[in-house]
DNA sequence: AATGAATGAGAATTCATTCAT
DNA sequence: GATGAATGAATTCTCATTCAT
């Protein structure tokens, strides 16, 4: 039977076979994609053998959602950081907003490859799979409900269908995140850009004739 | 040396032919994603032998991109048939934003699948596909532009960055079109939801203090 | 669409091509036990593409059932082939089940390899062909039941438990065939041996104190 | 210097072991078949680790190796056991067969999986497995030729060729108690049998046309 | 001596594509 | 031109055995 030292240097051991497949899965999977990614090569990217791999997951799919896992909890781990100093006026509220947003692009910086791949090639992974990534997208979508719920109590935003329009922020906000990282808006800066999609979530692109426009407060 | 008329019936049996197929390859792709998908299955659906695929198509994501191209063209046919009515000021401009999207929605439920199947797994299918893909959306934000444009020179949309604000739109309404096809709000009919999205679009969620917003025109 | 001869010519192929695996994993077999084989063998020796196999046959399990299924109709056809002179009396009877064995044993000759195959491998490839094996038997065992019946009826016969006893028969059969084909009987020549085997059964190895004994009609 | 006394709790304890893990193998071979066996589900029954099976054993083929001679050992053990009391007439050699075939039979129900298994499998383990098998059958057509041998000096059984018969006795017995055990001799009680065996053994199926039959003692 | 994590050779199977008819 | 049989490269996954602790 094996000592109690023994077995505690085995569980280190292990968890560290784990993140080393998990790392190198995620450099296979952003390299060839979902479905171009082989077990074979996250095994050599992770100096293991390839029996190796089926003891630690149980396929492809397996080490694609603990993969997932990893990630998600990275992402709510660091919102859970970010102070929750609630706006009292509009002004405050987009100051906030673009703030955060901004801390967020930077530290999704680092990550953008991992979140890119989950959210173009999530969907074709599975159903099961799929269920999960709306569980994240859900899960941002209640946050951002919650800022916005607050806002319409405090009278400094419309009393509009928070729940849809949650989604709507969360949409644009991938899809515009795309668009960056592709190079799809080569004429602004991050900051200008995150500016730009904050003033329109918040007074749309309308003006009313009269011309009182509640846009561009620059 | 065949008949003129010979080689006419060739050409349009043969084009009946390819049309099959694309419709076979629609079917098959919507049931079993593009990576799931079998050439077998394919052409014994369109009633084809295994070797004929390969007389109208390169290979799998050949006739990907054909049945692609078909679709497209089919959405900008329709687009086409929209009257361009321009509006005259903030109302018109959201009466008839509604009530083309509306419209959209209504033509887009027939080809639902489809537009789907393209939007979820188009990213997953190589580079070249991704390419043609970014080309639609392109050409839909274009269009949004042009609407854009006009309103801005026109004096009631705000100056905002016109082609950072097309792309987010473009962006929201795949969203949003995901989120309704799968039963993600549930609340709301497809009519209220358009509205909301276009006051958000509008409007934004904000409300200055003074109260004076510019929302909710209902 | 196919002209009639040339399907003639397709299905001609196909039959050669089927035959041709299964003599084939009929050498495979019997070179290597069930288990040892490998489909990669087979269709080499077959001159055959891996995935060409998989057209003919579900898998290995597969293709050795329809070696079976080959196997066991060529046997019984050689059955009906023999002429069924019913014996008057025990002593017809006797040499008739002498003159018959001598006859199998010729003809199995040729098949040792593949009868002893299956007995020995067959119990071990699945439920579903054990069932397939204990089929024949019983085939075997209704055949060696019908002479007993009719010996019993017409009096040349104890009226013993025909079913068990058969079974008995076969299953002595059976077990004497391995034995010769190993060269266990060293002393006895195959005809010998059949005449002993054959004493056996018709009078047992018992001897009434009397002396008046029933056997070795010699 | 480990003391004499620890020397033999460990040599005691090494052989509970190697017992545990022998038990755990019959439970699982029986379980599963030889080839359906996996070394890590004898162990995880043994509760032993992975390794510890092969400080004990070769490998697989030598676990079922030395199961079958522990068997082996077990089965002659029985035999020794039994009292030889030679019969002086064929009624008395008929009684003292069925009496000690039905010992035998009650004897083995409990070991009744381990011998199918071996019958079954046996053959294709391996050519050394395979002599193992044959010297065991062989020895038990010794022992049914020492009876034979005895009985045909005696005068109350036919001067027939006592090591083909033997070997045919041993393949009845086998083949009938399979037969038994998969219950296809449903109308008849295993005493029926047994009975009916050792009259078809004694007397044959065989009558003189005159009648005066040999056979149903009863 | 005991353990169980690691290994990798090996086998089955699939399916896009080719090609003879 | 149409067909569908043939192909084999490619990939996954298993499990007996080894070995570091």
């Given at each position: 039977m094996p000592s109690e030292f023994r077995k505690q240097a085995d569980a280190r051991r292990r968890e560290?076979?784990?993140?080393?497949?998990?790392?190198?899965?995620?450099?296979?999977?952003?390299?060839?994609?979902?479905?171009?990614?082989?077990?074979?090569?996250?095994?050599?990217?992770?100096?293991?053998?390839?029996g190796t791999f089926y003891r630690y997951f149980r396929d492809k799919q397996g080490i694609f959602e603990a993969l997932f896992d990893r990630f998600v909890a990275s992402v709510f781990a660091e919102f859970s950081e970010m102070s929750a100093n609630l706006p009292r006026n509009v002004e405050e509220y987009r100051a906030a907003s673009v703030a955060a947003i901004r801390r967020i692009a930077a530290r999704a910086e680092g990550n953008r490859d991992l979140l890119m791949l989950f959210v173009r090639e999530g969907p074709t992974v599975g159903e099961a799979f799929e269920r999960k990534l709306r569980g994240f997208y859900d899960g941002l979508a209640a946050l951002a409900r919650g800022y916005l719920d607050h806002a319409i109590a405090g009278g400094f935003a419309r009393p509009c269908h928070a729940d849809a329009v949650s989604q709507a922020l969360v949409g644009m906000a991938f899809w515009m995140a795309q668009q960056w990282w592709h190079g799809r808006v080569p004429d602004l800066t991050i900051e200008r850009l995150i500016e730009e999609m904050v003033d329109f979530a918040f007074f749309g692109f309308g003006r009313s004739a009269a011309g009182g426009d509640g846009g561009t407060v620059r």
């Open positions: 560290q076979r784990r993140e080393a497949l998990l790392d190198a899965a995620a450099a296979v999977f952003v390299r060839r994609g979902y479905h171009g990614a082989l077990v074979s090569e996250i095994v050599s990217e992770a100096g293991a053998g390839q």
